[in-house]
Each structure stands twice: as structure tokens, then as C-alpha cells.
């Protein structure tokens, strides 16, 4: 079985600050695809990236960068100098090499107080 | 425009009363999956589908019925809806996963959000 854990439920940061999302998770393929999905308050999911198991590299995205770890199991995800709209859930998500089942993890609130 | 579209956006009903939330792509896609989002928990897979009449439980099937008789369509059916069904409900689809490219990537429709009396 499968499994991802964001184990910050919450997050409250001041605008501008770092602030990093942990994501953790649990599977038996060699071969998987971690994504990560942001849900603001009006509530639809966009994706925001996808990272193969065999691709280690770490990606970054203007203010968003993500540190795939094998050895940890890890897939976080940073936002720098955080702005109020990056206020949203975000969310982990782990996809098994047969492309069938997906886990996502029980998601991050993040709130950016200006 | 590329979309997922589920109808209806927003459903109240009472016990026992079967209903069909339906979902559409227009992408080709081969994948479709239908997930609920409860608080606290995220989101759970209800069922998926890696074809037409190929369809196979997620973690959470209890209580729903799916079929998948066209590419384009995957219908979720509740026969008898309890309380304990009341959740925002999304659906999605993807192309055949590759190494390359934006695949694997799922598209979300707008949700639906379903209250059970």
C-alpha cells in the first residue's frame, strides 16, 4: 500500500517570509510520480509540478522549488518571499508506476498574513 | 478549451435517493479517476478507470457505483446515498503516463458538491 503524509495541517507565515510544505510518502514501486497541487479558497486544484522517481533533480519555478529526496522518501516544497496568494491547501500526491491508484496526502493550509 | 466538466456543481438530496453526478473530458484521455475531499482528509480515491470498461476501486468505493462505457464519460453513481456521503467530490483524467512531458499530470473538473439529508 501506498501513503503520504503532510504532517503540517497548518502554516501561518508573514508576507515575504520562506516557507517550506513537507511531504512524505510510502510505496513498494521502483518506478512512482510525486506532483504536488495547490486548492485556493475558490476551491479547484492546480497542478503546480510533477517529479518522476528515477529524476532526483531538484526543480525550482520563480519562487516555487521542490527537493525530491529518495533516501528520505521526501518531496518538499518551498515557497520563497511568500505573498498573499499563495494562501491556499496545498497538496502531495503519489502516483504508482502502473499509472492506477493515487494517494494524496491530508494537505497543508497555508496562510500568508500581510 | 481542454476541461473536465462534472454536473451538477451543487446537489442536496434525501437518504436513499440514487443519483448520477457525471463527468466529461475532451482531451482523449484514457485515465479517469473520481476522488471525494472530506476535511482533514484530504483527497481519497473513490474509483479510477485505465479504459473504457476497465474500472477498479481506490480506497474508499463503499457505497458508489462507476461505469466507463465511453472514453469521454465516467458517471458516478450513489444507488442509495447516506449521510455520511455529504463531501465535495472531484473528478479527473490524464493521459497514459510517459516519462517525458507533462503526463501523468491529472486535469480536475470544477468539483461537485453533494449534501445527503
Known amino acids: 500500500a501506498q501513503k503520504v503524509t503532510q504532517a503540517q495541517t497548518e502554516i501561518s507565515v508573514v508576507e515575504k517570509e520562506d516557507v517550506t510544505l513537507d511531504c512524505v510518502y510510502e510505496?513498494?514501486?521502483?518506478?512512482?510520480?510525486l506532483f504536488w497541487y495547490k486548492q485556493p479558497p475558490s476551491g479547484e486544484l492546480v497542478f503546480l509540478i510533477r517529479?518522476?522517481?528515477?529524476?532526483?533533480q531538484n526543480e525550482i519555478s520563480g519562487r516555487y522549488s521542490w527537493n525530491f529526496q529518495k533516501s528520505t522518501s521526501s518531496f518538499n516544497f518551498t515557497i520563497t518571499a511568500s505573498q498573499v496568494v499563495d494562501s491556499a491547501v496545498y497538496f502531495c500526491?503519489?502516483?504508482?508506476?502502473?499509472?492506477?491508484?493515487?494517494?494524496f496526502g491530508t494537505g497543508t493550509k497555508l496562510q500568508v498574513i500581510p | 478549451e481542454a476541461q473536465v466538466t462534472q454536473n451538477p456543481r451543487y446537489l442536496i438530496t434525501v437518504t436513499g435517493k440514487k443519483l448520477t453526478v457525471t463527468c466529461s473530458q475532451n482531451?482523449?484521455?484514457?485515465?479517469m479517476s473520481w476522488y471525494r475531499q472530506d476535511p482533514g482528509l484530504g483527497l481519497r480515491q473513490i474509483y479510477y478507470?485505465?479504459?473504457?470498461?476497465?474500472?477498479d476501486k481506490g480506497d474508499v468505493p463503499e457505497g458508489y457505483k462507476v461505469s466507463r462505457k465511453e472514453k469521454r464519460n465516467f458517471p458516478l453513481i450513489l444507488e442509495s446515498p447516506s449521510p455520511n456521503q455529504t463531501s465535495l467530490y472531484f473528478c479527473?483524467?490524464?493521459?497514459?503516463?510517459?516519462?517525458?512531458?507533462?503526463?501523468?499530470?491529472?486535469?480536475f473538473g470544477p468539483g461537485t458538491r453533494l449534501t445527503v439529508l
Open positions: 479527473a483524467s490524464s493521459p497514459p503516463g510517459l516519462a517525458g512531458g507533462r503526463y501523468n499530470e491529472q486535469f
Open positions: 478507470s485505465m479504459n473504457v470498461e476497465v474500472t
Open positions: 500526491a503519489l502516483r504508482g508506476g502502473g499509472y492506477q491508484k493515487v494517494t
Open positions: 510505496t513498494r514501486d521502483t518506478t512512482y510520480y
Open positions: 517529479r518522476n522517481s528515477f529524476d532526483e
Open positions: 482531451m482523449n484521455h484514457e485515465y
